[in-house]
């Protein structure tokens, strides 16, 4: 997970440990989610109080772009093509929750799931169909 605080100054980052603090104070925090896991959900829904559905909706493949507003913050999966090898394409799925003064985003693709350790858990599945 990489987290970055954006102000005035610039743009400076920051460990996971410290998004509550970070929340309570000036600028907008941003949260890049590499591999959305089981632990990753728990740790992000209690300190951001995500909705119990959209966390769900991250774990699994979304076929069709959606929206959902909540009252303290919004979901969207969106969808950008990305070309792979020999000049396939696939879609990239991009989930986003829009919170006051964050954002949390995370992508996957086929890319990244070519990329990263065996042992990582990814969300590879997501596109496999598995």
């Known amino acids: 997970m990489d987290v970055r605080l954006i102000t005035e100054a610039g743009v400076e980052r ?7 603090a970070l929340l309570d104070g000036p600028g907008l925090v941003w949260i890049d989610v590499m591999y959305w896991d089981a632990e990753t959900a728990a740790y992000l829904s209690q300190r951001l109080h995500l909705h119990e559905r959209a966390v769900h909706d ?18 969207l999966v969106l969808h950008a093509p990305e070309q792979g090898q020999r000049g396939h394409v696939h ?4 989930d986003q929750f829009v919170g006051p003064n964050w954002v949390r985003w995370s ?6 799931c070519a990329t990263s350790s065996p042992r990582s858990p990814t969300t590879c ?4 169909g598995r």
């Open 14 to 20: 920051c460990s996971p440990g410290r998004i509550e």
């Open 58 to 75: 991250c774990a699994v493949r979304n076929p069709v772009a959606k929206v959902h507003t909540y009252p303290d913050q919004a979901f």
């Open 91 to 94: 879609f990239v799925e991009i």
């Open 107 to 112: 992508t996957s693709s086929p890319t990244a």
């Open 125 to 128: 599945g997501r596109w496999s």
